[in-house]
């Protein structure tokens, strides 16, 4: 089974900068797909990014496209999320999780993430 544990959240204002990392262990590291998901309080789970097996497809949602640059090292096993410019709206625990390895849904859908970490805040502040 594989385990997925995000680090790198806090607190940055308005504008600034935090990069969001994701550890893979438990076996080995072979997801094809990897994806970052966020949810803020009452609110469904959104979309953020996500990356293929070899880093060269990348993936964002309208609203951090510009702004976050997704990444992946598969012989550290690691995932991270580059987020610049952050706004209030950036504001929710991010996710890191990884993808089932079928085409049934799209990578922007939670339905194709069969593992997923258990979250890192963002806080942006004005």
């Known amino acids: 089974q594989v385990s997925l544990e995000e680090s790198g959240g806090g607190l940055v204002q308005v504008g600034g900068s935090l990069t969001l990392s994701c550890a893979a262990s438990?076996?080995?590291?072979?997801?094809?797909?990897m994806g970052w998901f966020r949810q803020a309080p009452g609110k469904e789970r959104e979309f953020v990014s996500a990356i293929g097996w070899s880093g060269s497809s990348t993936y964002y949602g309208d609203s951090v496209k510009g702004r976050f640059t997704i990444s992946r090292d598969n012989a550290k096993n690691t995932v991270s999320l580059q987020m610049n410019s952050l706004k209030p709206d950036d504001s929710a625990v991010y996710y890191c999780?990884?993808?089932?390895?079928?085409?049934?849904?799209?990578?922007?859908?939670?339905?194709?993430?069969?593992?997923w970490g258990h979250g890192t805040r963002v806080t942006v502040s004005s």
């Open positions: 438990g076996r080995t590291f072979c997801s094809a797909l």
């Open positions: 999780a990884a993808g089932g390895g079928s085409f049934t849904y799209t990578v922007r859908d939670p339905l194709a993430y069969e593992h």
